[in-house]
């Protein structure tokens, strides 16, 4: 079982959408949680942080639920420039040395 | 100011050719990782330095590959011996301290022919 586990998507959805992804961990004893983006032949970026007490930032929020290991990400009013993957990230501790999912893709039409 | 730089962008070698990936960090940030992404799947660790030392390498996925990182700047990936299977864009980030957050390079793409 992988440590980080995602929908790989894609998800096709029209401008003004609401779309929603989920991602769950196997480590128990993960620390931190993260949302990069990565365009395509881009490097990831930090998107936001992932707290068990939900942290909003503009039309992204993200929730983490501790008990049941899943994480997700909500984006409100979907741009095309959304359209991106999206990759879920812990840290099982100590350092920050990421574990990736494999990104879900979205894509956002006109 | 510069952000992580990698070099080169691209990078084409034939099976069994030894190959040097360079990083340069932000200046004055005292971590730096090594992560590879195969197609379609997220980055994954190698290996992580604090400093000059090597922390935690182990994310190398076996001993044909090194890495150096001897004055504590900029850092170098080894791959003795490529195999088509390392093909995969090899990724460099680095952070102000071990649990601060990651600034990723743009990455080496390595095709391994």
């Known amino acids: 079982r992988k440590e980080v586990e995602q929908d790989p998507g894609p998800f096709n959805v029209p401008e003004g959408a609401t779309v929603a992804f989920n991602c769950t961990y196997s480590?128990?004893?993960?620390?931190?949680f993260f949302w990069y983006r990565q365009d395509c032949r881009k490097e990831p970026k930090l998107l936001m942080s992932?707290?068990?007490s939900g942290n909003e930032d503009g039309r992204f929020t993200a929730q983490l639920n501790r008990a049941s290991q899943y994480i997700s990400l909500l984006i409100r009013d979907s741009k095309l420039s959304d359209s991106a993957t999206y990759l879920c990230?812990?840290?099982?501790?100590?350092?920050?040395?990421?574990?990736f999912g494999a990104g879900t893709r979205l894509a956002v039409h006109p | 100011g510069a952000g992580v730089s990698q070099t080169p962008s691209n990078k084409v070698t034939e099976k069994g050719k030894y190959v040097e990936l360079r990083c340069d960090p932000i200046?004055?940030?005292?971590?730096l990782y090594w992560y590879r992404q195969s197609l379609g799947q997220g980055p994954e660790f190698l290996i992580y330095f604090q400093g000059t030392g090597a922390a935690d390498d182990s994310g190398l996925p076996n001993d044909r590959f090194f890495a150096v990182r001897p004055e504590g700047s900029v850092s170098t990936l080894k791959i003795q011996r490529t195999e088509r299977g390392d093909s995969a864009v090899y990724l460099c980030?680095?952070?102000?301290?071990?649990?601060?957050?990651?600034?990723f390079g743009p990455g080496t793409r390595l095709l391994v022919l």
């Open positions: 990230v812990v840290i099982p501790g100590g350092y920050n040395k990421l574990i």
């Open positions: 480590n128990s004893a993960s620390q931190s």
């Open positions: 980030a680095s952070s102000p301290d071990r649990r601060e957050t990651q600034y």
């Open positions: 992932v707290y068990s």
């Open positions: 200046s004055g940030h005292t971590a």
